[in-house]
């Protein structure tokens, strides 16, 4: 061995475990980001959350009017974001390709035989998944506030009648935009973590998507039952996460806006918590 070969051993060996811990991190996030954006599929996918969240906000917007002498029982804010029920679906297919696209090819092999530490690699995969997701939401988001400005006011949503136009200046508004961002996010992590628990990639979108749509339809399904109704509305993901758009009749909400995006965030946690536990106790 070369003496500096040998320094360069030796200064490693001396460095502290935090900071070999993160240095090995920064390499399994570099690792992460370059499968991300080596390959197209990814940046379609976050580019199809955007476009398919305006349209359908627009198309929302567009369709909803305030007919004079009526009143209108209409969140501005909410109408805007029905995009986001949308484009969950499309993050939701980003996040576990991200796990189970690997395991469908073998690759996942290489990458646990390079990185051993197992959780390593799903902090890194939801690290990286987390940023993508959140720029693109945040692209998204801003473009269906900026729809609903355009276009509200022509339907007679007008301040004269009680609405004031979308505004990033408004608080409720802002909590209502940024909430949207957080929340696709979070969808993107609890697809993760339900791809690392599932591997397979068609019984887990299914499972997602069913958590996500399934929970809202039995609601209405069931509204008669106010009580169990009211339960599903307060404890699943889709119901308690989206009550962060509500800026208006704040008091009849199962739970508060910041509660339910938590309710959201538990879900999440939980899935990232299974899906770590079986990556570790499972074979590749």
């Not at 500096?4 to 070999?20: G, H, I």
């Not at 007008?158 to 909590?175: I, N, Q």
Request: proline share 5%.
């Amino acid at each position: 061995m070369s003496a500096p070969t040998r320094l360069l051993s030796d200064n490693s060996k001396k460095r502290p475990a935090a900071v070999q811990v993160a240095t090995v991190q920064l390499a399994v996030l570099r690792a992460e980001w370059t499968k991300v954006h080596t390959v197209p599929g990814p940046a379609w996918l976050l580019t199809a959350t955007a476009a398919l969240t305006i349209a359908v906000s627009t198309a929302a917007d567009a369709a909803t009017r305030c007919p004079r002498g009526l009143a209108c029982p209409v969140d501005p804010a909410r109408l805007s974001l029905t995009g986001i029920q949308f484009g969950q679906a499309v993050v939701a297919v980003l996040a576990v390709l991200a796990v189970s696209g690997e395991y469908s090819t073998g690759m996942i092999r290489t990458t646990l035989t390079a990185v051993p530490g197992r959780t390593a690699v799903l902090a890194a995969k939801a690290v990286v998944l987390t940023g993508l997701v959140l720029a693109s939401a945040a692209v998204a988001v801003a473009g269906c506030l900026l729809a609903g400005r355009l276009l509200l006011p022509g339907h007679g949503f007008t301040p004269a009648r009680g609405f004031a136009p979308l505004s990033p200046g408004d608080g409720a508004v802002l909590r209502a935009g940024a909430g949207s961002v957080l929340y696709l996010a979070l969808i993107g992590l609890l697809a993760l973590g339900c791809a690392a628990l599932i591997r397979d990639s068609a019984v887990a979108i299914g499972l997602v998507l069913g958590l996500l749509y399934l929970a809202p339809i039995v609601a209405a399904a069931i509204a008669s039952d106010a009580a169990w109704a009211g339960r599903l509305d307060r404890y699943a993901p889709t119901s308690a996460g989206l009550t962060i758009q509500d800026t208006t009749g704040l008091r009849h909400l199962a739970v508060g806006p910041w509660g339910g995006l938590g309710v959201l965030a538990a879900w999440a946690a939980g899935a990232l918590l299974a899906g770590g536990l079986a990556l570790r106790l499972r074979d590749a």
